[in-house]
């Protein structure tokens, strides 16, 4: 059986860090790699988790398994911090998955199970993860117009015509916020005007929000969200913990939906939690746990608050620094763009060639469609990266 299989394409962003950690230069500068760095190049343990993780090394008195939606206190937790107080209860349905990839996963497996003829429509470009879990599950993708190349924005007219032509029932993927890889995000009157458009054609939203309080702050960053979520019938999103966290290993997401009415609720509880037995049986709890005791302890929140905001404004600053250097050195505001964008990550708009150049003569390593990782980014390699990024004629 296992001489049928045949070699699978490697993974890029992997090839990339190897590629990095061989370089032997001093100023080698890694901008590939999607996780938060602080400017030692650290990913810290944020230091509520650590607290709430010392609390449950002390009064956790089993290891026993959860349900199979995972902790009802966690889902409520999240739910709430993604969605707000006003969130849908009646109609709410939630299952703990491992991570924002396991929540997008079984998310896309209820899309199968629900309407397995559904389209999946995916901003282009997105997050690669989108369309190999959508088209390994058999699932029919399109692409909508998203990233204006010109400009560094959104190519808002472009997106809704597309959406425009999509039929009734299809999915269409939103990212929450800070949109990975591009950094560019929707207004929040673009984000009503995007739910008048699902509601008219019967799309349903499936919102991707895996790095709320990167952007413009915890609520800030979830308020186009809430806006279209208070529009439309029904909904997915599937949550992240891993960045505003810090728990990558720990695996921690959650699938939210929102069914379409009250009556509906258990039947599509009852679905994903299926799902889950299916897939993985219970979900993992360690991370979850730490999240549920950070959310409902009011003085870990405010910690975890603190430092978290100052993770965002520590990322905008390395923004700002970035494009005024490059404004410095080309004497014109075209890189502009780059401190408007919002979270981890912005697209150059350099060419492979030029990618490549960048990395072979100045040690600067990021994904060949020229997206970097601003928090690989220090006071001290700013500066490089504007050189590199002039001497390569981006």
């Not at 760095?37 to 609390?55: H, I, N, Y």
């Amino acid at each position: 059986m296992l001489n049928a299989l045949t070699a699978q394409a490697p993974d890029k962003i992997l090839a990339l860090m190897a590629a990095y950690r061989e370089d032997p230069r001093d100023t080698k500068i890694d901008l590939g790699v999607g996780v938060y760095k602080d400017a030692t190049g650290l990913t810290p343990v944020m230091r509520a988790v650590k607290s709430a993780e010392r609390q449950l090394v002390e009064t956790q008195d089993t290891k026993v398994y959860t349900g199979l939606a995972g902790d009802p206190a966690f889902s409520d937790a999240l739910s709430t911090l993604v969605l707000g107080a006003d969130k849908p209860v009646d109609r709410l349905a939630s299952v703990a998955t491992p991570g924002g990839t396991g929540a997008i996963r079984q998310g896309l497996e209820l899309v199968r199970m629900a309407s397995p003829d559904a389209k999946l429509w995916l901003s282009m470009p997105t997050w690669p993860n989108h369309p190999a879990i959508a088209k390994y599950l058999g699932i029919t993708v399109a692409e909508y117009r998203y990233f204006d190349t010109d400009t560094g924005g959104v190519d808002f007219d472009a997106m809704m015509d597309d959406l425009g032509r999509a039929d009734a029932g299809d999915v269409v993927m939103l990212h929450g916020c800070c949109h990975n890889p591009t950094g560019a995000n929707l207004t929040l009157d673009q984000w009503k005007t995007v739910a008048d458009l699902l509601i008219v054609r019967g799309l349903i939203p499936f919102v991707d929000i895996a790095y709320q309080g990167f952007g413009d702050g915890l609520d800030a960053d979830a308020a186009g969200m809430r806006a279209l979520l208070a529009k439309v019938p029904e909904a997915l999103i599937a949550a992240s913990c891993s960045k505003n966290f810090g728990v990558y290993r720990e695996r921690t997401g959650l699938l939210m939906a929102i069914a379409p009415s009250a009556d509906k609720l258990k039947v599509t509880q009852g679905a994903m939690s299926t799902l889950n037995r299916l897939n993985f049986s219970f979900p993992p709890d360690h991370g979850a746990r730490v999240v549920t005791t950070i959310l409902t302890d009011d003085a870990l929140r405010a910690d975890w608050a603190a430092e978290l905001e100052d993770v965002r404004s520590g990322m905008l600053g390395l923004r700002e620094a970035l494009a005024t250097a490059l404004r410095d050195r080309v004497g014109s505001d075209r890189f502009g763009f780059l401190a408007a964008h919002r979270g981890m990550f912005s697209l150059l708009g350099a060419t492979p060639d030029q990618v490549e150049m960048m990395r072979r003569d100045h040690g600067i390593y990021m994904v060949g469609d020229s997206r970097i990782n601003i928090a690989g980014l220090n006071d001290r390699t700013v500066p490089l990266l504007a050189d590199a990024i002039v001497a390569a004629g981006v």
